[in-house]
């Protein structure tokens, strides 16, 4: 419960969490530490690791180098069960829940558990509700499933209720990366008005008014991973995670 506990202490402290997706097959591992440590010292919270392929085949160097240059968590967000490494310090054990493709509700997950048990790492159940966003994401793709329409907030509600009411730690509202559209403000309202557990929203958030947004809507972990890929935009992140950190005060 280490993580979790962890990511539940900074949504209370701080109002809200920014955790950045690093994807091994998109980022320059020359550029990464200096990435990671100007992330910390930005004020984000922790990374998320994970990617819809790997064909890099450097997962678990890629997770170790991330540590080596942080101290802040580093969280396995699996595309697949080749994407689970003890070097971590959790995993988003994800449930494709807005789906019905019963290898992504449950049968990746018989797979994986012996994995994670003997890679001793941290499994955070996740309800997964991927979300229409313009296009058809990678993530729809991948995972063989229908997203929730967009304009069905209450779908959304009923779906993310009942994966709590199944013991689920976290709820996840993906727009997919890169999304051209982010996950519908009404719906991340909907959710957390009914959610007791943290919701988190991705994909496709690329402002820092845009995180603020979701936050004030009852977000409660951001995440942005696309947006950062392009190193001009570092310079951004401390105002991503200002955004995000709804009970700070900025200073200015
Ligand atoms: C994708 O929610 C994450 O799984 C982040 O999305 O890459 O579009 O920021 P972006």
């Avoid at 959790?90 to 789906?99: E, M, Q």
């Avoid at 709820?171 to 982010?182: C, K, M, R, V």
């Avoid at 519908?184 to 959710?191: C, L, R, W």
């Avoid at 820092?208 to 991973?225: D, F, L, N, Q, S």
Wanted: aromatic share 6%; with cysteine.
């Amino acid at each position: 419960m280490k993580i979790y506990q962890y990511l539940q202490n900074t949504v209370t402290e701080k109002g809200a969490a920014y955790l950045v997706l690093l994807d091994p097959d998109k980022i320059n591992e020359e550029h990464l530490p200096a990435f990671i440590r100007h992330c910390q010292k930005s004020g984000v919270d922790g990374f998320l690791i994970g990617g819809s392929l790997m064909l890099n085949d450097n997962f678990e160097p890629f997770i170790k180098k991330v540590k080596e240059n942080t101290t802040l968590p580093a969280i396995i967000f699996p595309g697949d069960i080749n994407q689970i490494s003890p070097v971590a310090d959790a995993i988003l054990f994800l449930s494709v829940v807005s789906g019905r493709n019963a290898e992504h509700l449950i049968g990746k997950h018989v797979l994986a558990a012996p994995l994670v048990k003997k890679a001793g790492i941290e499994p955070i159940s996740t309800g997964y509700v991927l979300i229409e966003s313009g296009v058809t994401t990678t993530a729809q793709y991948m995972s063989g499933s229908l997203p929730l329409p967009r304009n069905k907030p209450e779908i959304a509600a009923a779906t993310a209720l009942a994966a709590e009411y199944l013991g689920m730690k976290l709820i996840y509202l993906e727009a997919g990366s890169g999304a051209e559209n982010t996950v519908p403000d009404e719906m991340i309202k909907a959710v957390s008005k009914v959610c007791i557990v943290p919701v988190i929203v991705g994909g496709g958030i690329k402002t820092p008014a845009g995180a603020r947004k979701k936050v004030e809507c009852g977000a409660k972990i951001i995440v942005t991973g696309n947006f950062l890929e392009d190193e001009n935009n570092w310079d951004m992140i401390k105002d991503f995670a200002d955004a995000v950190h709804i009970n700070k005060p900025v200073m200015v």
